[in-house]
């Protein structure tokens, strides 16, 4: 009986550790710490194993929930106490809880702040476009976490994440910002620029 208590509380420590990267940068938003935020990106390559622990733990603890009583010598079901950890709400708490921390990734963007970059055009010599590679981004939530830290400074006009490509292209107002304080913003938030090129 103590698996089935076991059980559930293994499946959302699986769940929560799948998408702890792309927690991370949330929390450090509204913790103000946004060096804290890569953390744990060495956990993204196991993702697919942790999902798929949490699958196995969750439908294991539902085949134990659902599978017949017990029942005596005359055929009758025999009535146990169950805890309230070990009854069928308990389970579907757990696994409506796990199913949402599984699919943070796909939603974790509503937590960021709107990065509105300044809309003013500028066609003066003073306005650049430069590429930053940028390593340790895994998730859509990187993405949002350094153009939240980026658009914060005086003279973006413009900036493009990408965690697929490992950069970001921005574009600014030499005259109000420069490269060294947009790579500070951008190490700050736990994340390393590696390269910079001016397009």
């Known amino acids: 009986m103590k698996l089935n208590f076991s059980l559930p509380n ?3 420590l699986t769940a929560f550790a799948s998408s702890l990267c792309c ?18 990106s060495w956990l993204e390559p196991a993702r697919p194993f942790f999902i798929g622990a949490t699958v ?19 055929g009758c079901h ?10 069928k709400a308990f389970l579907s708490g757990i696994t ?11 939603y974790a963007h509503v937590f960021f702040p709107k ?9 003066s ?11 340790g981004m895994t998730c859509e939530s990187c993405e949002h976490h ?27 107002d030499k005259n109000q910002t420069n490269l060294d304080s947009i790579t500070t913003a951008i190490n700050s938030t736990g994340y390393t620029v590696t390269k910079t090129t001016i397009q």
């Open 10 to 12: 293994l499946g959302i």
């Open 23 to 40: 927690i991370m940068p949330v929390l450090a938003i509204v913790a103000g710490t946004s060096g804290l935020a890569s953390t744990f």
């Open 56 to 74: 196995l733990v969750l439908g294991f603890a539902w085949y134990q929930q659902l599978k017949p009583k017990p029942i005596d010598d005359c």
């Open 78 to 87: 025999i009535e146990q106490k169950t805890p309230f950890m070990q009854t």
């Open 96 to 106: 409506i809880v796990s199913a949402l921390l599984l699919s943070f990734p796909s």
């Open 115 to 123: 990065s509105e970059s300044q809309t003013v055009v500028n066609t």
């Open 125 to 135: 010599a003073a306005v650049e476009k430069v590429e930053f590679k940028i390593d």
């Open 146 to 172: 350094v153009a939240s830290e980026v658009t914060k400074l005086t003279g973006i006009f413009g900036a493009t994440i990408s965690y697929p490509n490992g950069n970001a292209v921005i574009t600014y």
